[in-house]
């Protein structure tokens, strides 16, 4: 799902969902590792009820037994025609069974939004729901910014409307349709909200648009009103004529999102697939060239690695405000991603990274996709096992598409090898929470104190370093005759091309041992739903590496700091005796400044560059309310770093190996990629 650019030490730090502004840095030390070793300064980062086929089949029922009944009387044909012309004229108003909305953009100044559902014919009593989670694996009741609704028959009459929870309506008298209006407030900014202001609009439409439960299959239409002038609409969704987008259902509508407003638009094909690219930034904040050069070899590099394309026209939505954004959303046809121009300029290759990532993810979630997901849950958490794989091991596959498109090289991948390693090391949840259990908990991760490094460890972490364990065991177990690509084609071939889903961890252990005809059942027991430690080296040597530990001094804030996506920052715990105690900085403080400018993605780089000894200051606002700014002096303490080195002796065949490793090939492809056909 979501990509988020995350700040690590000095440079970026690959990375994903809620993150934690860690608060080490690596001072001096990091900024001699930055210029030694060049690294690549960023590393950012459904289903059905059925009313519509209900009535379908009743239709055909209809027209069956009048046939029926006219065959058996031997009628006149005059009688016959009539009959005919009855049953068309009812069969034209069941093709506009398909659920309407229109979607009024009439007060962008004050983010407000009017939706018109028209419902066809059918039930006298109906229900709609407003999906209480979109985009986040997390409850954002989007019903809050519901002002009011209304309906009335197609007469013009007023309906019964009773509210039946806090994102479900109950229609009456809806037999022979109805319309439903309301206002509702969209000014969620990022590519998990839904957002209309003077500027443009943005919607993720399951933040916005309410959903008939008996209908959820139906097709569904879209128009919109009110479109300030200049404003061009871009989106995956099929075009019909007179300005009118088409789903073949809801599910397939809030996987599209949509564009609104004053973008540019470049297109282009590559390895048989068109791509249009939309972005709504500055033109002097990027350069389209530079961009769509890197996103022909990003889709070539997936592409010829899956040895599949499942779409024919793909969609890249892009945002470079001025100010804080970050983060990713994949859907099966297209991915919307923000990214602040301010941190591009300073980390070009940031959009590489969280591109690679939600491209992936158009086959690893949103076709091989576990059981778990399926039907999505719109009215309550969604519990799955699997995001571990679905995030963590598209981040591993992330660095094999940039690696094979010539955009990373070894050292920088290296480089982030050893980060992840440090991510995970230093939090102290590694030994009490598995990659499961993290998955499991994904819909927590709005609370800071989740965030916290004792209490919990990131799926996508954890995820991105078992895909690389994966791919080394499946390796080492064929001999390079498989890898992690043969467990991916596998799994497209198996489930996503059979349109079944995946039984979680279950359903990568069978991909893993069908491919390489071993037992993977300790390593997942013991890494996967276990907390055990992950022997790094064990892994490592075959393609002769191992992981060094370092010791290094570093400047100590006396605190740390998480966000949820792209959520302010929140302190999540308070070193006991610090100075940042001491200076009265509390638990739940939201920080809005730090040295004087506003908190956002860049200040994890601001801390970074912080040494021993040195003042800091910030503003914070107290869970009461109450801003206050506090200044303290920066402490230190001793940590370990991880990296990821050459053995002493590394074999000709560990070099080879390896060469196929940072490919992301099996040595032996031909006969490797047999198991897929
Ligand atoms: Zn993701």
């Keep these: 799902m979501n990509l988020q650019p995350k700040t690590s030490f000095s440079g970026w730090r690959h990375d994903s969902g809620p993150c934690e502004l860690a608060m080490c840095t690596r001072s001096a030390w990091c900024s001699d590792l930055r210029k030694q070793t060049d690294f690549r300064s960023q590393r950012a980062y459904g289903r059905r009820s059925c009313g519509s ?11 069956a037994a009048i046939a029926s009944w006219l065959c058996e009387r031997d009628l006149a044909p005059a009688v016959l025609l009539i009959a005919i012309l009855a049953i068309s004229a009812f069969s034209h108003a069941q093709s506009g069974s398909s659920i309407s909305y229109e979607i009024s953009l009439t007060s962008p100044e004050e983010h407000l939004l009017n939706v018109q559902i028209t419902l066809p014919p059918g039930l006298s009593q109906r229900e709609l729901q407003l999906p ?8 954002r009741d989007f019903a809050q910014y519901i002002n009011w609704i209304r309906a009335k028959d197609r007469s013009g009459k007023p309906l019964s409307v009773h509210e039946i929870n806090s994102s479900r309506w109950q229609i009456e008298g809806a037999e022979n349709g109805a319309l439903i209006e309301y206002e509702i407030y969209a000014d969620l900014p990022s590519p998990f909200g839904a957002q209309l202001n003077q500027h443009h609009a943005f919607f993720n439409f399951a933040e916005i648009l ?29 075009s019909l004529p007179d300005k009118v987008w088409s789903a073949e259902n809801y599910d397939r509508l809030v996987d599209s999102p949509i564009e609104i407003g004053d973008f540019r638009e470049s297109d282009f094909d590559e390895s048989g697939g068109h791509f249009r690219v939309i972005v709504d930034a500055d033109p002097a904040d990027y350069d389209t060239q530079k ?72 086959w690893n979630v949103k076709r091989i996709r576990p059981q778990t997901l399926e039907p999505v849950d719109y009215t309550k958490e969604n519990y799955t096992r699997a995001l571990w794989f679905s995030e963590g091991v598209t981040s591993t596959v992330e660095n094999t598409i940039e690696l094979r498109a010539g955009l990373v090289d070894e050292k920088q991948f290296l480089y982030h090898l050893g980060d992840s390693i440090d991510e995970l090391e230093r939090r102290p949840a590694h030994l009490t929470q598995s990659a499961e259990g993290s998955s499991i908990d994904a819909w927590l991760e709005g609370d800071p104190y989740y965030r916290r490094p004792d209490r919990s460890v990131s799926y996508y972490n954890k995820g991105e370093l078992l895909g690389i364990m994966l791919d080394l065991a499946v390796r080492q177990a064929t001999n390079d005759h498989a890898s992690l690509r043969e467990v991916f084609q596998w799994m497209n071939a198996n489930f996503a091309k059979q349109k079944r889903y995946f039984h979680d ?65 929140t302190v999540a715990s308070v070193t006991p005796g610090s100075d940042a ?73 560990q070099r080879a190996h390896r060469a196929a490793w940072l490919k992301g090939e099996a040595e032996s492809q031909s006969e490797a990629a047999s198991p897929t056909k």
């Design 505 to 569: 961890s279950e359903g990568v252990r069978q991909a893993a041992e069908a491919v390489s005809h071993a037992d993977f059942a300790a390593f997942f027991t013991k890494y996967v739903a276990g907390t055990e430690e992950i022997p790094w080296d064990d892994f490592f040597r075959y393609v002769g590496l191992h992981v060094e530990q370092v010791q290094s001094r570093v400047a100590d804030p006396g605190f740390v700091a998480s966000r949820n996506f792209d959520g302010p920052m």
């Design 53 to 63: 086929q209900r009535v379908f089949g009743w239709r055909n029922a209809f027209s």
């Design 291 to 362: 961009l769509t050069g890197d996103l022909r070899k990003i889709v070539a590099a997936a592409i010829s690695w899956m040895n599949d394309r499942p779409f024919e026209t793909y969609m890249f939505i892009y945002h470079f405000p001025r100010g804080p954004a970050g983060g990713g959303m994949e859907h099966a046809y297209s991915t919307a991603i923000d990214l602040d121009a301010e941190l591009l300029k300073m980390n070009p290759g940031a959009i590489a990274t969280v591109t690679a990532h939600e491209f992936f993810h158009l």
């Design 132 to 139: 209480v989670w979109n985009a986040l694996y997390q409850i």
């Design 581 to 653: 105690e001491r200076a009265g900085l509390h638990v739940g403080d939201t920080i809005l400044e730090l040295q004087g400018k506003t908190a956002g993605l860049e200040s994890r780089q601001d801390l970074a560059r912080l040494h021993p000894g040195d003042a800091l200051t910030v503003k914070v606002r107290s869970r009461r309310g109450s801003d206050r700014e506090i200044s303290w002096n920066v402490g230190s303490r001793q940590e370990i770093f991880y990296q990821v080195k050459d053995l002493d002796s590394v074999t000709p065949e």
């Design 210 to 238: 309410m959903y008939p439960v008996e209908a959820r299959s139906a097709p569904t239409r879209v128009t919109f009103t009110h479109v300030p002038a200049g404003w061009q609409i871009a989106t995956p969704l099929a």
